[in-house]
């Protein structure tokens, strides 16, 4: 059997002091400490406790009342948190629209949740929707006249504080209701586990459509902790992001693997380290020993948590810290970092096809119970019913079991590591990605017949790769933009290969493992994108397309090819900006790229400002000779007088 004691994780939780409650105690104990940092513009708890009291009832003279389901389409910002708390306030139950997502993807959403309330900062909205629009900055003026004193309203131990989407098999996004009990438990636990010290500083940078971003959010907030809301900009560039985090003395930052990886980049390659970093949290997507080599010879004092979640389990369910991996020689036998034990009030169980307990070393699926489930998802009852199941493990008629789908198995130690998949579910750059959804997107498109989805290795980082059935040659690039409409950034594959069929197993399915696990090129032709120009004009343009070409493991790229229709990522520019400025010697924003998305525009926007900076650095010389000049002169005409 399983571990004795790993499951012992029962700790006692008020969860009838709800997240609105909290914070006012902590407005009231700091009303004049910082809450949250934007942008060098900051806000105290006082100011934002007014705010939000403010527009909560200005929302609800509009009609929200406790229960009701309203979106929320802004940008990480002060007004996000501001709108945010106000719903809480209500009792509302919010609806993140990622502002980053394709006008299809929001409308579907909108559609599924049937919303009647929508909260927006600007008239920007083109969406699907018919019910009660609130404008933030068209109402300022009857926002500021309303009362500033705290509500109350009667929320329960049941208050749905979200509901959250994610990709889905279905084809659609599906949307996971999560109870505000669930966030609380997650808060507590690292509330007691790893407290806040007074001077502490967190950051929020992750997208607040994603669960793990409550406790960004409210992790600080709700202890009277400042919190950095850092920009797109600013996390895209190195330089912004180290300065900022050396800036603001952050000392905990919760964030993807391939966040931290280019923290430990930049600080390799600039010889620095973040002097006030004290804890560093990482999950959404497995990382590597190397990683954590990596991470203790740059940050020897600073623990790397390795925490395991899901959408359904609000966010995290385990926790492992790394440095076990340092100190303790039988980790260095695994080829995975584990995912630890249980956090408070969370039971895992690895069990058989049956739901049957496996014994200790043998692989299972990850099973998940207590309060950290979700309650269930949106419209999906059959698909409810298959995840959400009676808990056969415990005598409690009431207890719930999540089957993750994940494969893993119990160590000797107790801890948890993870094996793999057992559906067609994956994380990319910390995204969870159903290939059913990109290929029904795909299958939409005219003349194709099939479409396969897999994951594979390109350089550093995992792409996706999709093989298709059709009639004829696809126009590539065609086909990127029309997906674009429906799919988010990290949901665009990277390669596309014409089949004339699939491989089939035994019993006459695809094989979607020969597929995973063979060379594309086996199973077929490569379709190209349409390249316009690959004439190397100069030489800084020959440099820009190898530096490309090494990040993309790319053979053949245009001169003029955009590259967000490439199949780049965000981290892909992140990383060719580097080495441009480590290559050339320059300090090119990442801002600059996103506004010269050619290898061309680059170049030339290159060559014209290093002009313009040795034009200033002419004149600034010349100024001095001249005044040199003048001034010897002087000298001469006064010893002549």
Not at 160 to 178: A, D, F, H, M, Q
Not at 311 to 324: A, I, L, P, Q
Not at 393 to 410: F, Q, S
Request: with cysteine; hydrophobic share 40%.
């Amino acid at each position: 059997m399983q571990c004795i004691g790993v499951n012992d994780t029962e700790r006692y939780i008020d969860y009838n002091l709800h997240i609105n409650e909290i914070f006012e105690f902590e407005a009231s104990k700091n009303p004049h400490k910082v809450a949250f940092v934007f942008k060098n513009n900051s806000i105290n708890y006082y100011e934002l406790n007014n705010r939000a009291n403010k527009l909560a009832r200005f929302i609800m003279s509009r009609g929200l009342k406790v229960g009701d389901k309203i979106g929320i389409y802004m940008e990480r910002s002060i007004e996000l948190i501001v709108g945010l708390l106000a719903i809480i306030k209500v009792g509302g139950t919010y609806i993140a629209l990622d502002t980053s997502y394709p006008e299809a993807r929001i409308n579907r959403i909108i559609k599924d949740t049937d919303i009647d309330f929508l909260l927006c900062q600007h008239m920007a909205t083109s969406f699907e929707f018919n019910g009660t629009l609130i404008v933030i900055d068209d109402n300022n003026e009857l926002i500021n006249q309303e009362l500033n004193t705290n509500l109350k309203n009667d929320l329960d131990n049941e208050y749905i504080l979200n509901i959250v989407y994610t990709s889905s098999s279905t084809g659609n996004p599906k949307g996971v209701i999560i109870k505000e009990s669930s966030v609380l438990n997650r808060l507590y636990w690292m509330w007691e586990e790893y407290p806040f010290q007074k001077n502490d500083v967190t950051v929020l940078q992750k997208s607040y459509s994603l669960v793990a971003a409550t406790w960004e959010i409210f992790g600080g907030l709700l202890k009277g902790i400042p919190t950095l809301i850092l920009s797109r900009e600013d996390i895209y560039d190195s330089n912004l992001l180290w300065n900022k985090l050396k800036q603001y003395k952050i000392t905990h930052i919760l964030a993807s693997p391939a966040f931290f990886k280019g923290i430990i980049h930049y600080a390799e390659k600039n010889n620095e380290t973040l002097d006030y970093l004290r804890f560093a949290t990482t999950s959404a997507e497995p990382i590597s020993m190397s990683m954590v080599r990596s991470w203790y010879k740059v940050f020897p004092k600073v623990d790397l948590l390795n925490l395991y979640g899901a959408t359904e389990c609000s966010s995290n369910v385990t926790c492992f810290n790394t440095r076990e991996v340092i100190t303790n020689k039988s980790y260095r036998k695994l080829n995975n970092v584990p995912i630890g034990k249980p956090i408070y009030n969370s039971k895992v169980y690895i069990l058989d096809e049956d739901l049957l307990q496996v014994e200790n070393g043998q692989i299972g699926e990850m099973c998940v119970s207590g309060d950290c489930v979700a309650k269930a998802y949106l419209n999906l009852p059959k698909m409810t019913k298959e995840k959400f199941v009676k808990n056969p493990v415990e005598n409690d008629n009431n207890a719930i079991l999540y089957r993750t789908g994940d494969l893993a198995r119990v160590l000797p130690c107790g801890n948890i590591e993870l094996l793999g998949r057992n559906d067609n579910l994956v994380k990319i750059r910390g995204f969870r990605v159903q290939f059913e959804e990109v290929e029904n997107v795909i299958e939409e498109y005219k003349k194709i017949n099939k479409a396969i989805v897999c994951k594979k290795r390109y350089g550093k980082e995992d792409r996706l790769i999709v093989f298709l059935v059709c009639e004829c040659d696809i126009d590539i690039d065609n086909l990127r933009k029309t997906m674009k409409l429906h799919l988010p950034e990290y949901m665009i594959p990277f390669k596309f290969y014409k089949v004339n069929e699939f491989p089939k197993t035994a019993t006459g399915k695809v094989d979607r493992k020969k597929i995973a696990h063979g060379v594309p090129e086996e199973f077929g032709k490569e379709l190209v994108r349409g390249i316009e120009d690959v004439t190397i004009k100069t030489p800084i343009e020959n440099q820009i397309m190898n530096i490309w070409k090494e990040v993309l493991g790319e053979k053949v790229i245009g001169i003029h090819d955009n590259y967000f229709e490439i199949g780049s990522s965000s981290l892909d520019i992140m990383e060719v900006n580097t080495k441009i400025n480590e290559i050339l010697g320059r300090e090119l924003s990442v801002v600059s790229m996103f506004e010269h998305p050619t290898i061309s525009m680059l170049a030339e926007y290159l060559v014209t400002s290093k002009e313009k900076v040795l034009n200033r650095n002419f004149d600034k010389k010349l100024t001095k000779s001249k005044n040199r000049i003048n001034n010897s002169f002087m000298k001469m005409r006064r010893k002549q007088a």
